[in-house]
Nanobody, 113 residues
């Protein structure tokens, strides 16, 4: 099973984007979901997670700017990114927190200075 993130694009520093990732109900209802990102020349890193009960955690350096949420009716998770910085430029992916699903192509976020 592969998830596909969407919503990326080109934005100026200080701007905002909201990413989306839809999953099947069978996965969504039982899995803690997460966002990851991979910047050019760097390893993929964890960004945020959200549990089935809506409990969340965001990587320390991103707190205050990034928010993760989920819509259970749509089996979708979101990543709201505010006050974007050039260093946020990366391909963003979604997966379970245990990385059990096949990685999709991700969605590219480019932040210009």
């Amino acid at each position: 099973v592969q998830l596909q993130a969407s919503g990326g694009g080109l934005v100026q520093a200080g701007g905002s984007l909201r990413l989306s990732c839809a999953a099947s109900a069978s996965i969504f209802s039982v899995a803690t979901m997460a966002w990851y990102r991979q910047a050019p020349g760097k390893q993929r890193e964890w960004v945020a997670l959200i549990g089935t009960r809506g409990n969340t955690n965001v990587a320390g350096a991103l707190r205050g700017r990034f928010t993760i949420s989920r819509d259970n009716a749509k089996n979708t998770i979101y990543l709201q990114m505010n006050n974007l910085r050039p260093e946020d430029t990366a391909v963003y992916y979604c997966n379970t927190v245990d990385e059990t699903l096949t990685w999709g192509q991700g969605t590219l976020v480019t932040v210009s200075s």
